[in-house]
């Protein structure tokens, strides 16, 4: 039977020998791959050159096994390709030849007989445990071939890249390796698993990605303290001080980094715990800080027409993300807040305070020269602000848009946090945590994205639209578990780049205080790649979890009274790596005290 149905009518005549002498030409053949399964398609490649004169043949070559015509294919640079299907043809041994018949200057030719084999199709699953190894640690690789008819026989060649790390028999099905990943450097890695066919069965092959997720513990490893000289915590009343927050990016027309961060403090004036939004930069790669002010400033404020939002309540403001823009030929840098609202003298939360409402706020600014003057960015706290709410957002906050009107996925989040922006191909995008029911079960919805094209350099005349979501609670559950409890959330998001340029999910995979005495417990921070923003799509394994290149965490800081390694910053331009927030909570002498520290860690 043939390759291919094809039946093709002779497309030329014999013509009459010409008066001169024609060039002798040679016909080769290839088939790749030369032994295929049923369905699969086989190249069939002729290269017809001339035996002795210089030039090229032209015209057609005719695929044939024995008398029976598989195809014709014209020469194009003295080459022919054919693709043939075997969907019609039993398994066998076929031998192929390929014949050129010539044209008015070159004589035809006939290659070699070329044999392809039709054998039955095998099925490659391939495994990996984990997904995600921390570097030092071992990886078991599983392939499981599967056929039709017999047992499979033959071997499993695992790859990476084109090395080969182990070649594996295959018993009862299954071939299996395991390899240490010592010395292998933190990222992700395509694995291949190469079947080789046997009697009865075509080779067939499997991929999957894994990750050496680099680590940095600082709670079993001294990590520097993050230090700010002109910008001391607050020390006397407060119980509740130190850095918090961090986002650190590069200027992108200078060598300078700039950070910013919360400074929780206690507001005297109103009797309850405040936080503030600091900046500070760096000309030496992250190594030491200098403050370059206060972005915004925690304040009272008076209002008698809702009971919810009560007379002298304290604005504050926290989680902050910075990102520098180019927008044409002009450099703009977007910030984006939470800035909420709580009654004098509340206590009774984690930070002692009950916030009454909060919103969403972002500016843009253009900026000239920011490596010079290092107070530049301040200006972000005067530029025009779009300020983004919910459906709950006190009616006596003037709010620019309902981000939870936008799509039913989002109908229910009561309130919006830990912004993270991002800026691709003249979009912004605004990753947002949905506050719904997040104090006292897991939320399903993590991070909802949004994004807008910034055609006005002022934000309240942006449009934003709803894209999807990043991170749900299955990819959370499917991270894992710590200290016997699975995660339920992945919170402080933050996107970054990585040193080769990729763009990078960060985030703190989180448990819910089963005491109750605080919202969640985190554990560090980690690292997966963004496949898309629009939809946004997170990298992760068959199980859907998240596929992390790099883990940052404190494991002191898991036992209680403590909180745990909270939020973190990191900017390839940064010599000192990964930015970790350390938290304490009710320390015997700090109180409620939150510094950053210097992990070294590059994802």
């Known amino acids: 039977m043939p390759l291919a149905r094809y039946c093709l009518p002779l497309l030329f005549a014999a013509a009459a020998a010409p008066a001169w002498a024609q060039d002798a030409t040679t016909t080769s053949l290839a088939a790749t791959p030369s032994i295929v399964a049923q369905g699969q398609n086989v190249a069939l490649t002729a290269s017809v050159r001339r035996a002795a004169a210089t030039g090229t043949p032209t015209g057609s070559v005719n695929f044939l096994y024995g008398s029976q015509m598989i195809g014709a294919a014209a020469l194009n640079n003295g080459v022919a390709t054919l693709y043939a299907s075997s969907a019609t043809v039993p398994d066998g041994t076929y031998s192929v030849v390929a014949s050129y018949g010539g044209d008015a200057d070159d004589s035809g030719s006939k ?15 391939f495994t990996s445990t984990p997904y995600t190894v921390a570097a030092g640690s071992s990886v078991t690789l599983t392939a499981k071939v599967a056929g039709a008819g017999a047992a499979p026989g033959g071997t499993v060649s695992f790859l990476y890249s084109k090395m080969t790390l182990a070649t594996v028999s295959v018993s009862n099905g299954t071939a299996t390796f395991s390899e240490s990943s010592a010395g292998v450097a933190g990222g992700l890695y ?79 004036t109103v009797n309850t715990n405040a936080v503030d939004i600091h900046l500070a930069h760096s000309a030496d790669g992250g190594s030491t800080w200098t403050e370059d002010g206060a972005l915004f400033t925690s304040s009272t404020v008076t ?17 902050v993300d910075l990102l520098p823009v180019g927008i044409g030929s002009s450099t703009y840098w977007v910030q984006a807040h939470r800035q909420y609202y709580v009654a004098d003298g509340t206590t009774g939360s984690l930070y002692g305070q009950a916030p009454v409402t909060s919103v969403i706020a972002l500016s843009l600014l253009e900026v000239s020269d920011p490596g010079v003057n290092t107070a530049e960015l301040l200006g972000l706290a005067t530029a025009p602000q779009t300020i983004l709410g919910s459906s709950t957002t006190d009616a006596t906050i003037p709010i620019n848009g309902n981000l939870a009107a936008l799509n039913s996925d989002v109908a229910d989040c009561t309130n919006f946090d830990q912004p993270a922006l991002a800026y691709q191909n003249g979009t912004l995008y605004l990753a947002l945590e949905c506050e719904d029911t997040k104090l006292s079960q897991p939320n399903d919805l993590a991070f909802p994205m949004f994004s807008t094209v910034p055609n006005s350099t002022d934000p309240r005349q942006w449009t934003w639209k709803y894209v999807g979501t990043i991170a749900t609670l299955a990819n959370a559950e499917a991270f894992g578990t710590e200290e016997g409890t699975p995660y339920q959330f992945l919170t402080e998001l933050e996107f970054v780049h990585s040193a080769n340029g990729e763009t990078l999910a960060l985030f703190s995979p989180s448990v819910l205080d089963p005491t109750g005495e605080q919202p969640v417990i985190q554990y560090g921070c980690r ?46 331009a940064s010599s000192t790596g990964v930015v970790l927030v350390h938290k304490l909570e009710d320390d015997s002498t700090e109180g409620f005290y939150v510094t950053l520290e210097n992990s070294g860690i590059h994802p």
């Open 111 to 125: 290659s070699a007989a070329v044999q392809v084999q039709v054998k039955e199709s095998a099925t490659v699953t």
């Open 303 to 319: 209002n008698t027409t809702s009971s919810a939002y009560a007379e002298n309540n304290l604005s504050s403001f926290e989680v």
């Open 190 to 268: 395509l694995l291949t698993a190469d079947y080789s066919g046997d009697a009865n069965y075509a080779p067939a092959s499997a991929s999957l990605t894994d990750t050496v997720e680099a680590a940095k513990d600082c709670g079993t490893t001294t990590c520097a303290t993050l230090i700010i000289p002109n910008d001391p915590p607050q020390v006397s009343p407060s119980e509740f001080h130190g850095y918090a927050d961090p986002s650190m990016r590069k200027d992108p027309n200078s060598p300078l980094l700039y950070l910013g961060y919360s400074w929780p403090h206690h507001n005297v």
């Open 527 to 572: 690292f997966a790649p963004m496949l898309s923003f629009d939809p946004p799509v997170m990298q992760v394994d068959p199980n859907g979890a998240p596929l992390s290149v790099a883990s940052v965490t404190d494991s002191s800081l898991y036992a209680k009274p403590n909180e745990g390694p909270g939020a973190c910053t990191y900017d390839p």
